[in-house]
């Protein structure tokens, strides 16, 4: 497996998955979703696995999209929703697959960061965690189901003034907010997080991938279609001389 996503199965049916680009805060890109698609259906069909823990190496869960990797060609309207589409594809894995999914979260989770988070069945983080769902501040709409899951778990209002602003939260405010289960210090998330997955391990298998696959089915009906609209709404924005500006900013670290 490619050295920018690691996985590791344990003796006692727990599996981790490790976004491995600790240069760079763990951003994410196209080829590394589909890596990780791959290796969560794999585990997924493995009968020894019964949790799966998902983190970042390092010090942080993730910065969200790789603005320096681009969508692998010309930034056009196709290309861009192809790169999106394999974000997506990660999302629904996800959320359809019968094992259970920890995101333990260490320092930055921002942009497509926090909704991989969000979308995971479980979410711990550590006092450090910093989430923030900056699109609009690189001039695209959220992303990776995050207009669904946002509303849903903290209410539309909320969910859009941490949009429009792009605020950073810390882990407590996240806990408080909903979208958080708990929060350890940076010392006890490691252990604390393997010690959930190691009793959620010894539960039942069969009615654990059942409740899961009956409640995303039930609360996350819509978030197809929201995806859907994603692939619309984004592709798009990319073509705006704002967006470009944003991005050459980023590219040479400018203000």
């Known amino acids: 497996m490619s050295e920018t996503l690691l996985w590791e199965k344990q003796n006692d049916g727990i ?3 490790i976004i491995n680009k600790p240069e760079r805060r763990n951003a994410m890109d196209a080829d590394l979703m589909v890596k990780m698609v791959q290796v969560l259906e794999q585990l997924d069909q ?45 999302v629904r894995k996800i959320q359809e697959m019968e094992k259970p999914v920890i995101a333990m979260v260490k320092g930055y989770a921002v942009g497509g960061g926090m909704s991989l988070a969000m979308v995971c069945d479980i979410v711990f983080a550590s006092e450090d965690a910093k989430f923030s769902s900056n699109f ?16 849903m778990m903290m209410g539309a209002q909320r969910a859009k003034e941490l949009w ?18 708990r929060v350890y210090t940076a010392e006890e998330i490691e252990n604390a997080t393997r010690n959930f997955a190691a009793d ?5 298998a069969l009615p654990v991938r059942i409740t899961k696959r009956i409640t995303n ?3 996350f009906s819509l978030l197809n279609s929201v995806m859907e609209a994603e692939l619309q709404s984004t592709p798009f924005c990319t073509q705006t001389e704002e967006h470009k500006s ?8 400018k203000k």
Do not use: C, W
């Not at 609009?136 to 509303?151: D, S, Y």
């Not at 605020?167 to 909903?178: N, P, Q, S």
């Not at 959620?200 to 039942?204: C, F, I, T, V």
């Not at 944003?246 to 670290?253: D, G, H, S, T, V």
């Open 15 to 17: 599996a981790y998955v």
């Open 136 to 151: 609009l501040k690189v001039g695209i709409t959220p992303e990776m189901g995050a207009m669904l899951l946002m509303p």
């Open 46 to 90: 493995d009968t020894d696995v019964r949790v799966i823990i998902l983190k970042g190496q390092g010090d942080h869960f993730s910065s969200g999209g790789d603005l320096k990797a681009g969508v692998g060609g010309e930034p056009t309207v196709e290309n861009s929703r192809a790169a999106l589409q394999k974000f997506i594809f990660a």
């Open 164 to 181: 429009f602003t792009g605020r950073v939260i810390d882990a407590a405010e996240a806990k408080e907010l909903g979208f958080v289960n």
């Open 200 to 204: 959620l391990a010894q539960m039942p």
């Open 217 to 219: 089915s039930t609360l």
């Open 246 to 253: 944003l991005i050459e900013a980023f590219k040479n670290r």
